[in-house]
């Protein structure tokens, strides 16, 4: 079975630290995705990546980056948290060349900016 | 730009009712269609997916939902709701070269 692996399932950080949530994938997935979860909002992409090294914007980028030095590895960075990014973090990935294939999620990290 | 609602943020049913939760999409190219169940404090599952085979597609746990084109719906049933399938729902569409889309989500709750 593909195993995401989010590295934290529980953080509270105060308003302008620096965040890394990792997040770790054993399938060789070539695609890797950041998404955050909000009520009543759904799931809104943050940023992806489609290869190492790549990475793109997705629809919510103001205020996050992301690095993928590794494969298996896609971290997602908060430079200067603030209270408006408290939410569920979820990472996916995706084996990339089926166009039907599914997203594989992690069990999410649920971060709280005081 | 392709988009997806989901009718009811909260849909009740008792145990041993037919469970039918919406989706609706838009989409300018023919689309594959996905159902995510996500259960309390965790990440999302795959319940099906619609990849342009079979309308009717089964996934999961007895669930199965139906492609109509012409209504450009996805709808999600189950015949006889169980206490366990309690969870939040997300219905997903996505097309070739774009991303996926989700829709906002309905919370399923199964009463005694």
């Known amino acids: 079975d593909v195993k995401v692996t989010q590295s934290s399932r529980y953080l509270v950080k105060r308003t302008g630290e620096k965040v890394f949530l990792e997040c770790v994938q054993d399938?060789?997935?070539?695609?890797m995705f950041w998404y955050r979860q909000d009520p009543g909002l759904g799931l809104r992409l943050i940023y992806f990546?489609?290869?190492?090294?790549?990475?793109e914007k997705g629809d919510i980028p103001e205020g996050y980056s992301v690095s993928r030095e590794k494969k298996e590895r896609f971290s997602l960075i908060l430079e200067s948290a603030s209270t408006n990014q408290t939410s569920m973090y979820l990472c996916a990935s995706r084996l990339g060349q089926a166009n039907t294939g599914e997203l594989f999620f992690g069990e999410g990290s649920r971060l709280t900016v005081l | 730009a392709q988009s997806v609602t989901q009718l009811g943020s909260h849909v009740s049913v008792s145990e041993g009712a037919l469970v039918l939760l919406r989706c609706n999409y838009s989409?300018?190219?023919?689309?594959?269609l996905f159902w995510y169940v996500q259960y309390p404090n965790q990440g999302l599952q795959l319940l099906l997916k619609y990849t342009s085979a079979a309308t009717l597609v089964k996934g999961i746990n007895g669930f199965e939902a139906e492609f109509k084109k012409s209504e450009t719906s996805f709808h999600l049933t189950k015949p006889s709701a169980h206490m366990s399938d309690a969870a939040e729902y997300f219905c997903?569409?996505?097309?070739?070269?774009?991303?996926?889309?989700f829709g906002p989500g309905t919370r399923l709750s199964v009463l005694p």
């Open positions: 990546s489609y290869d190492v090294k790549m990475k």
């Open positions: 989409s300018s190219v023919p689309p594959y």
């Open positions: 399938m060789d997935h070539e695609n």
């Open positions: 997903a569409v996505k097309s070739y070269g774009q991303n996926f889309v």
